[in-house]
């Protein structure tokens, strides 16, 4: 079979949702359920075979690198059942080329049991698992049809997870309410095991005039449209990333990967951030419906950012598009004038232009809704940021951080050296007299 062009991208993701919007819960702020009213005429949430190997072979031929991952998501993925993921597997294989194939799968965990973990295991999937916090916290949104909460089944699919010895991260929602919370939240995360969390901000508006009928507000639109009760608050997102910063920098560096912070040392490197959302031009990252309809982004999933149809037309020419490129460019040009002195710019680049709508001024063009927030957050990191830096251009392991910061707090409180039974500022974890003091 010949080779399909390569895209102007060497490399490019799509984020596959084989099951649409279809999905087991009923979490209250989730902003993809609704889209199931797009696709009326299509099979409910549910990929074709036929169309996964399509999709599969000319994802793998038009990226130019030796890797290649496919990211599965939903809705819920799980419900389409082992049989459409083995499916998946041999056609990876098949089309594989020799490149390196990889999975990331995002699941609430519900439907986990032996025999997923067993599978997930045996083909080395990334699992990411939806979880918002404790009990408490996890059951005020993220609910089944039924309207229970969904903690109890989580944790169960989690320690399926454990048994197998499946890699797993957790997705936790920062919404109006478990923003104010942000120890409690990542101290969980960190005792059930996660050793790399991402921390997505929950922000969407209700539309004054549903279109299509949806009832949030379509990203772009200028007219005034009021965030939702859910959406969380942006000085409070900031003191949430902050809070949970200050704990990670002072124990768990090396230990665990915070997305956000990881993200935040590469701009400070001097490299582009590798999110989507703090790029300076996107448009690399789409997101690719059950029924072949490929999306510019995961979160414009409307009509009007339909790229196309992969049934009718090849991915690399809907990669390469004139509606694929200006979407992405348009990120950079409708950047606001007060982002461009921004001395923080350098790492968020305006944030997504989903989050983009209020107003400045006489500038017409939007500014993040985040803005307060992330501004807050990277202006309190900056210092740790560039040691860590530092570190790493010294050829030293970033996890330094932490002695100095235990020398910072000591001299903060007066203190030439902690107390006996304190832990000891070299970071061994063991009490101080037991580890340098033991000679003192």
């Known amino acids: 079979m010949e080779s399909a062009t390569h895209t102007r991208f060497p490399a490019y993701h799509v984020m596959v949702k084989p099951a649409g919007s279809r999905c ?24 074709s075979v036929d169309l996964l190997e399509t999709f599969t072979r000319q994802y793998i031929e038009t990226q130019r690198v030796p890797e290649i991952t496919f990211a599965w998501q939903g809705g ?20 594989a080329q020799g490149k390196h194939i990889q999975n990331a799968f995002q699941t609430n965990g519900v439907l986990l049991d032996d025999a997923w973990g067993e599978f997930l295991a045996r083909n080395g999937f990334l699992v990411g698992v939806s979880i918002d916090g404790p009990q408490p916290i996890h059951d005020r949104y993220r609910l089944d049809k039924g309207g229970q909460g969904t903690f109890t089944r989580v944790m169960r699919g989690i320690e399926i ?32 095991g996660s050793g790399y969390m991402q921390f997505i901000p929950v922000v969407e508006r209700t539309a004054e005039t549903p279109t299509e009928g949806l009832a949030l507000a379509v990203p772009g639109r200028t007219q005034e449209a009021p965030v939702t009760d859910w959406s969380v608050n942006p000085e409070e997102y900031g003191r949430f990333l902050c809070t949970v910063f200050d704990e990670w920098v002072r124990t768990d560096v090396s230990k665990v990967y915070v997305q956000l912070v990881d993200i935040a040392l590469e701009a400070w490197m001097g490299m582009e951030p590798g999110l989507c959302i703090f790029r300076k031009n996107c448009g690399q990252a789409m997101a690719l419906e059950h029924d072949g309809s490929l999306y510019a982004c995961d979160h414009y999933v409307y009509p009007q950012y339909c790229i196309g149809n992969l049934t009718e037309t090849p991915l690399q020419i809907l990669v390469d598009s004139d509606l694929q490129r200006e979407f992405g460019e348009a990120k950079l040009k409708t950047l606001p004038d007060c982002c461009q002195a921004c001395p923080v710019r350098f790492t968020c680049h305006g944030d997504c232009p989903k989050h983009r709508f209020l107003k400045t001024g006489d500038d017409q063009r939007p500014l993040s809704y985040l803005c307060a927030g992330y501004k807050m957050f990277f202006q309190h990191i900056d210092p740790h940021m560039r040691f860590m830096a530092n570190e790493l251009q010294e050829q030293r392991p970033p996890a330094n951080i932490m002695a100095h910061m235990r020398q910072m ?20 974890g063991k009490k101080f007299k037991k580890c340098c003091g033991r000679n003192d």
């Open 161 to 192: 997870l454990k048994k197998h010895g499946v890699e797993f991260n957790t997705l936790t929602c920062v919404q109006r309410q478990n923003a104010r919370q942000p120890l409690e939240v990542y101290r969980f995360l960190r005792e059930i």
């Open 409 to 428: 707090d000591l001299q903060a409180a007066g203190k030439t050296q902690p107390a006996p039974n304190e832990p000891c500022i070299c970071g061994s």
């Open 24 to 47: 087991n819960l009923a979490c209250r702020y989730c902003f993809y359920l609704e889209k199931e009213a797009l696709f009326p005429d299509s099979t409910p949430g549910k990929m």
């Open 76 to 95: 819920e993925p799980t419900l389409l059942g082992l049989d459409f993921f083995k499916k998946a597997i041999e056609f990876q294989q098949q089309y």
